[in-house]
């Protein structure tokens, strides 16, 4: 969302803004792919993934979500997943993070959806939520690098690995009969 005078999720006020942006860059003999890269250059590059898979029992999803609450015992979180190592944890579902000193989310609770976010040693950040409005559960992969990291197909190929140990390990596809999205 851009400013505050047109709430928009949806990203019409963002559009405009980029229109805008191009028109800026245009008249500096850029276009926003080479100053996209110019910012990945100073500030490393920004990659995320998304997708969703579809579940029509609610009772299935409430159990894949408790069981990541459960992970190793009573209220206890993945400290892995897979190869990868769990940094911290947040659920906006329960109002719990591990990054906090309090174990408190600074995010507002809501617990009328599932919501888990796992930042990973390698930078990369995953959030498994369901949706509000369709029986999906949907995952946010994102790996935001450091400058000097600048293998971009390396990057993507990495993001991918942790998307799928996300999805093997937390998810758990066949054993919960969950239907991966239409292509």
């Known amino acids: 969302m851009c400013g505050t005078s047109v709430l928009d999720k949806d990203g019409v006020s963002a559009a405009v803004v980029i229109a805008e942006m191009a028109t800026y860059l245009e008249s500096q003999n850029l276009t926003l792919a080479q100053k996209l890269l110019e910012i990945y250059e100073m500030y490393g590059y920004h990659i995320s993934k998304t997708s969703y898979f579809l579940c029509y029992d609610p009772p299935t999803i409430k159990r894949i979500f408790e069981r990541l609450r459960n992970f190793d015992g009573p209220q206890s979180y993945p400290k892995c997943c897979g190869v990868y190592n769990v940094l911290h944890v947040r659920d906006v579902t329960t109002g719990y993070d591990s990054s906090q000193l309090n174990k408190k989310s600074v995010l507002p609770v809501s617990k009328s959806s599932q919501m888990i976010t796992f930042t990973f040693q390698n930078g990369c950040v995953a959030t498994l939520r369901t949706s509000g409005t369709e029986p999906k ?21 990495e993001l991918q690995k942790l998307i799928g140990a996300l999805i093997e390990n937390f998810l758990e596809p066949d054993k919960n009969g969950l239907t991966w999205r239409s292509a």
């Not at 000097?148 to 990057?155: A, F, K, V």
């Open 137 to 157: 559960i949907k995952y946010y992969a994102e790996m935001c690098a450091l400058p000097e990291q600048s293998d971009r197909s390396m990057l993507e190929e």
